[in-house]
Nanobody, 123 residues
């Protein structure tokens, strides 16, 4: 069973930066594809970014491309999301997700989810 724990959320003004972390309990985290999703109040959960287990492939939603960077440290069983130039529209609960075989933008493709961390961007 893979357990994921996000951290690093908080409040920031527009134009600011935040870094999120997601620590995985599974010793074979190295083999899992990882992704970040977010859910704003009253909206559906949406894809943000994904990274393959070998770190050879990354993918970003158009809304965050050029501002967010996903990375991972397999030795630390941790995936990161670096966010710069934050906008009020980035306000949401951010979730990390993991799957052994799926790397994509669909929520249903990922078997494991964290509990989420709140990011609030004020104007």
């Amino acid at each position: 069973q893979v357990q994921l724990v996000e951290s690093g959320g908080g409040s920031v003004q527009a134009g600011g930066s935040l870094g999120l972390s997601c620590a995985a309990s599974e010793r074979i985290f190295t083999l899992y594809h990882m992704a970040w999703f977010r859910q704003a109040p009253g909206k559906e959960r949406e894809f943000v970014a994904a990274i393959s287990w070998r770190r050879t492939t990354t993918d970003y939603a158009n809304s965050v491309k050029g501002r967010f960077t996903i990375s991972r440290d397999n030795a630390k069983n941790t995936v990161y999301l670096r966010m710069i130039s934050l906008e009020p529209e980035d306000t949401a609960v951010y979730y990390c997700a993991a799957d052994k075989t799926y790397l994509g933008r669909s929520l249903s493709g990922y078997d494991y989810w964290g509990q989420g961390t709140q990011v609030t961007v004020s104007s």
